[in-house]
């Protein structure tokens, strides 16, 4: 089982609908968690971090937690094309800077 | 505020070389993390340097290795260099105060490492 599962997709929606994108853990020590977004050929880039369990709302991104299910999720709402990426989870078991990615899972914001 | 820096960008090594990398954090960042991506392992944690002391070590050879200086800049160092080493190495950086709250890590723009 890996440490960090995401459905690789890719996930194609319409503009102007919510993506949503999922991801479990496998470490219940985990204590942070956050949604890296990364264009080909670029680095992954923060977008969210979340800590305690239920939403957090940040513009037209919302990032959800579940410690006792162990998933995180991230809401897109009013898609664009430019969300069009490969959004990654990462899990932090600790205070330090070890993250534990996902494989990433790649949206398609259609026009 | 200037983000994460990485040199150089790009690098073409021989197989059997060494190469070194720099990182230079954010400023007040003492957290140094690199990882290498490969489109078939993806994101892999290396190793995470605080205060010029290794805190964490991920599961690669000893032919990778790093280190920190004491203004946070870092440095990572592959020896005897193998056709699967070719990747994007990238470094992240964090306050690495104590605290989860302080663990938000960003990532310079990656050296992108062909070996041949």
């Known amino acids: 089982q890996k440490e960090v599962e995401q459905n690789s997709g890719p996930l194609s929606v319409p503009e102007g609908a919510i993506a949503s994108l999922n991801c479990t853990y496998s470490d219940r020590g985990s204590q942070s968690f956050f949604w890296y977004r990364q264009y080909s050929g670029k680095s992954p880039e923060l977008i969210m971090s979340?800590?305690?369990?239920g939403d957090k709302e940040d513009g037209r991104f919302t990032a959800q937690l579940n410690k006792a299910s162990q998933y995180v999720s991230l809401l897109i709402r009013d898609s664009q094309p430019s969300d069009s990426a490969t959004y990654l989870c990462?899990?932090?078991?600790?205070?330090?800077?070890?993250?534990?990615f996902g494989t990433g899972t790649l949206l398609a914001v259609q026009p | 505020k200037a983000g994460v820096t990485q040199t150089p960008r790009y690098l073409i090594k021989t197989r059997g070389q060494q190469v070194t990398l720099s990182c230079s954090p954010i400023s007040g960042h003492r957290s140094v993390s690199w990882y290498q991506q490969t489109p078939g392992q993806g994101l892999q944690f290396l190793f995470e340097y605080f205060s010029e002391t290794q805190r964490n070590k991920g599961n690669f050879p000893g032919r990778f290795s790093g280190r920190q200086f004491s203004n946070s800049r870092s440095e990572m160092n592959v020896s005897t260099l193998e056709l699967g080493d070719s990747a994007l190495y990238l470094c992240a950086s964090s306050l690495g105060k104590s605290g989860i709250l302080n663990t938000e890590a960003f990532f310079g723009q990656g050296t992108r490492l062909t070996v041949v």
């Open positions: 979340i800590y305690s369990n």
């Open positions: 990462a899990v932090n078991r600790g205070a330090t800077n070890k993250l534990i």
